[in-house]
Structure formats: structure tokens, C-alpha cells
């Protein structure tokens, strides 16, 4: 897979949406294809949205969820989050077909450009797999510090605990460094380390690109 590379020095590395630029426009295709709205459907419920929260989507790509997020509680500030111009540019265009109001934002997830203390709610779908590892540790803190006491993160991604070692996507979970650190329940731990409480692994299920995990961890305090 590779990364984008621009000739603008704020902009860093980063893996988009469909691992390369040119595949954006099948990603939401091929999402749809795979039942991905049904998974960002369950990451949505179990955030227990209450009205006048704020909440923000970090590595939102195109948009799908926090576009979700804004519907099903109107009175709600959504932030979406993501260091892809282009997907930020589809993002908006579906939030503007829906009729939904998301505040889309260009940045890093290790660099949220928020004060502390911010959001009631942070998200992260199908994008923790895209982080190298000590920028999903960086991620991890930042979440910690927007998160208001009683905040919490809602994660979800390849991988979960359990036996990922058999079949094509095990092999590839242990080979590939970013995915690596999804199994076996080092999600949590990461959430724990980085100083989210509670941190746990809320369910699972297979997919044919292989399992699926959905996680939460809260800010106490
Ligand atoms: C597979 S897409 C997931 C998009 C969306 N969350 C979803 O569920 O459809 C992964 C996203 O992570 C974003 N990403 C990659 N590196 C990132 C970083 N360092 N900080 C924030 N987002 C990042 C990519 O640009 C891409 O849009």
C-alpha cells in the first residue's frame, strides 16, 4: 500500500481512504458492497448520542459516518476530520446532498487541532489499520485530551482479539505492521497506556475481508 507524498511541506505522510488516490471514487462503492454501513450503524449506538454534544470523526474519509452521526441526532456538532483535501471534498458534497451540517477539517490524528477538553464523543472507523505505530499512539493521547471527563471513544477496525493467524487476511494482519497492533486485544491497552479508562472490546464479528472489532474507552476524568 502507499502513501500520498505532496509537494507541500504542512502536509505529511499519510495512507488515503483506498491506499491509493486514484481508487477514492470506488471507495464508497465498494464500503456499501461490504456492509460497511451497518458497522458505522453499531459504532453509532453504541455512542449513546445525547442532543447538544459535540463529537468529532478523526480519519473520517469520506464521510460516511459523521454524516450518519449528524442525522440521527440533529442537535449535535459534528466534526469530521481527515488530512485528505480530496475526501474532505466528497465528504462535504454527500453531507450537502443529505441536507446534514458537519464542520469537515483537514489535520492529523496525532495533532488534533482542538483545545482540551472539547468533545463529548470521538470516532475513528476502518482507519486506526492506516497509522504507523507511534502515530496511533499519539492519536490515543490526543483523544485523551479533546475527550471532556465522561467522554469516550467509539473505534472500529480489522482485527479484535482472538486467533487471526489462519486463512489470507490472518496472514496478512500478522505481516502488515499497521494491522499488527489490532489484534489480540492491544487495542484496549493502547487506549489504557494512552490514559482512556474502561477501555474494552465491545464486539466482533467476521467479514470476508476478515474480523471486525468495535472498541470503547472513556475519559473519567
Ligand atoms: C479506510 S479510510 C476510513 C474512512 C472512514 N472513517 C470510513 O469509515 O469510511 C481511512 C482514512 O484514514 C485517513 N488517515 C490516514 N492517515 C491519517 C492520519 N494520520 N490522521 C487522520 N486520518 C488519517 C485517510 O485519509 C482515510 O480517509
Given at each position: 500500500m502507499a502513501s500520498t507524498n505532496t509537494p507541500d511541506p504542512e502536509r505529511r505522510h499519510f495512507l488515503p481512504a483506498a491506499g491509493h488516490a486514484w481508487l477514492l471514487p470506488f471507495y464508497d462503492p465498494m464500503h456499501r458492497l461490504l456492509g460497511g454501513a451497518a458497522a458505522l450503524e453499531a459504532l453509532a449506538e453504541q455512542a449513546a448520542l445525547a442532543p447538544g454534544q459535540r463529537a468529532l470523526d478523526i480519519?473520517?474519509?469520506?464521510g460516511t459516518l459523521a454524516i450518519r452521526v449528524s442525522a440521527l441526532e440533529p442537535d449535535l456538532d459534528v466534526v469530521g476530520l481527515d488530512p485528505d483535501p480530496q475526501a474532505l471534498a466528497r465528504a462535504r458534497a454527500k453531507a450537502q446532498r443529505a441536507g446534514v451540517r458537519v464542520n469537515w477539517q483537514e489535520g492529523y490524528a496525532d495533532a488534533l487541532p482542538f483545545p482540551d477538553a472539547s468533545f463529548d464523543r470521538a470516532f475513528s472507523s476502518f482507519?486506526?489499520?492506516?497509522?504507523d505505530a507511534d502515530v496511533k499512539r499519539g492519536m490515543l493521547r490526543e483523544v485523551a485530551r479533546v475527550l471532556r471527563p465522561g467522554g469516550s471513544l467509539h473505534l472500529l477496525d480489522f482485527g479484535g482479539s482472538?486467533?487471526?493467524?489462519?486463512?489470507l487476511i490472518g496472514r496478512l494482519f500478522h505481516r502488515s505492521e499497521h494491522l499488527?497492533?489490532?489484534?489480540?486485544?492491544r487495542i484496549p491497552i493502547l487506549m489504557q497506556e494512552a490514559g482512556?479508562?474502561?477501555?474494552?472490546?465491545?464486539d466482533q464479528r467476521r467479514t470476508v475481508f476478515g474480523a471486525i472489532a468495535w472498541h470503547r474507552g472513556t475519559r473519567t476524568s
Amino acid at each position: 500500500m502507499a502513501s500520498t507524498n505532496t509537494p507541500d511541506p504542512e502536509r505529511r505522510h499519510f495512507l488515503p481512504a483506498a491506499g491509493h488516490a486514484w481508487l477514492l471514487p470506488f471507495y464508497d462503492p465498494m464500503h456499501r458492497l461490504l456492509g460497511g454501513a451497518a458497522a458505522l450503524e453499531a459504532l453509532a449506538e453504541q455512542a449513546a448520542l445525547a442532543p447538544g454534544q459535540r463529537a468529532l470523526d478523526i480519519g473520517c474519509g469520506t464521510g460516511t459516518l459523521a454524516i450518519r452521526v449528524s442525522a440521527l441526532e440533529p442537535d449535535l456538532d459534528v466534526v469530521g476530520l481527515d488530512p485528505d483535501p480530496q475526501a474532505l471534498a466528497r465528504a462535504r458534497a454527500k453531507a450537502q446532498r443529505a441536507g446534514v451540517r458537519v464542520n469537515w477539517q483537514e489535520g492529523y490524528a496525532d495533532a488534533l487541532p482542538f483545545p482540551d477538553a472539547s468533545f463529548d464523543r470521538a470516532f475513528s472507523s476502518f482507519m486506526f489499520h492506516h497509522l504507523d505505530a507511534d502515530v496511533k499512539r499519539g492519536m490515543l493521547r490526543e483523544v485523551a485530551r479533546v475527550l471532556r471527563p465522561g467522554g469516550s471513544l467509539h473505534l472500529l477496525d480489522f482485527g479484535g482479539s482472538g486467533d487471526h493467524s489462519h486463512g489470507l487476511i490472518g496472514r496478512l494482519f500478522h505481516r502488515s505492521e499497521h494491522l499488527r497492533d489490532n489484534l489480540e486485544g492491544r487495542i484496549p491497552i493502547l487506549m489504557q497506556e494512552a490514559g482512556l479508562q474502561d477501555a474494552q472490546q465491545l464486539d466482533q464479528r467476521r467479514t470476508v475481508f476478515g474480523a471486525i472489532a468495535w472498541h470503547r474507552g472513556t475519559r473519567t476524568s
